[in-house]
């Protein structure tokens, strides 16, 4: 409950820097950085085990590593849930059990089918969210994620918006905490939203978005980096490895290189395993 509450209180105050994990080493990583708390991302836990984004791998997997990450860090875990593992409001409720029992604190909760073309009906996943908030309680902060502006809907920008704001009222109103939507970085289109919002809203930082400061700047409370980091880990190991295979030389790997005692010091013994 201590983090649960911690966790709320970052949410509610805003300014808020969420850094995304795809495993206990990334995630202590961040930590050691200074970030109040950790989420995960579901893509970055996904590309790490060679799997496809969207719902690809066992859903047990992705509880296992959750569970990983809270041991891992003493800051606030919030779970990347994706649409929930399953369509029924009762399948999500039962993901939300599992992501309480790994020890996360927050929940992010998406509207897009996956296997299926485009967003679940609006009173399908406000129904959803409702179920979630149901077993959540007090114990869990629901961040529900919207993909319009992922998806490109409307016939224009202005229709869009309006689309977005309709689905994050209709979220808030089915007790969800925040509203999440990733794609989204213009500012001007972000103050108009937070404005026709009736609850914080959240986004993405990604490659050639504002600064964080520009974006809190338009009333946004939260803003998480998703799996970007992890992607960009990504073409390091991609470059490194070319230039291995290609020059025989390291120079990259050096430049890049974390250190072997700082990769110990984040690490515990066996006998100081959780």
Request: charged share 20%; net charge negative; proline share 4%.
């Amino acid at each position: 409950m201590q983090l649960a509450q911690q966790f709320r209180t970052l949410n509610e105050q805003g300014q808020f820097l969420l850094a995304n994990a795809w495993d206990a080493g990334s995630a202590r990583v961040f930590a050691a950085a200074g970030f109040a708390a950790i989420g995960t991302t579901s893509g970055g836990i996904a590309y790490s085990r060679g799997f496809k984004d969207g719902e690809q791998m066992d859903p047990q997997i992705m509880f296992s590593e959750l569970a990983a990450i809270c041991r891992s860090v003493d800051v606030p875990v919030t779970a990347d849930i994706e649409a929930g593992y399953g369509s029924p409001p009762e399948a999500v409720a039962e993901t939300i059990k599992a992501v309480i029992a790994a020890g996360a604190v927050g929940v992010n909760l998406e509207d897009r089918q996956h296997g299926a073309a485009g967003l679940f009906d609006l009173s399908a996943q406000a129904a959803r969210i409702s179920a979630a908030r149901r077993v959540a309680g007090d114990l869990l902060w629901i961040n529900a994620r919207t993909d319009t502006y992922l998806l490109g809907l409307g016939v224009n920008e202005e229709a869009r918006l309006s689309i977005t704001a309709e689905r994050a009222n209709a979220y808030l109103a089915a007790g969800a905490d925040m509203v999440f939507v990733p794609g989204l970085v213009d500012l001007p289109t972000l103050t108009r939203l937070c404005t026709l919002v009736n609850g914080p809203v959240s986004v993405m930082a990604m490659p050639g978005a504002p600064s964080a400061a520009a974006l809190f700047a338009t009333g946004v409370r939260r803003v998480s980096l998703g799996v970007c980091p992890m992607l960009a880990v990504m073409g390091v190991l991609r470059d490194i490895a070319h230039e291995a295979r290609e020059a025989g030389t390291w120079q990259l790997m050096g430049e890049r290189f974390y250190g072997f005692a700082e990769a110990e010091s984040l690490g515990r013994s066996a006998a100081g395993r959780a």
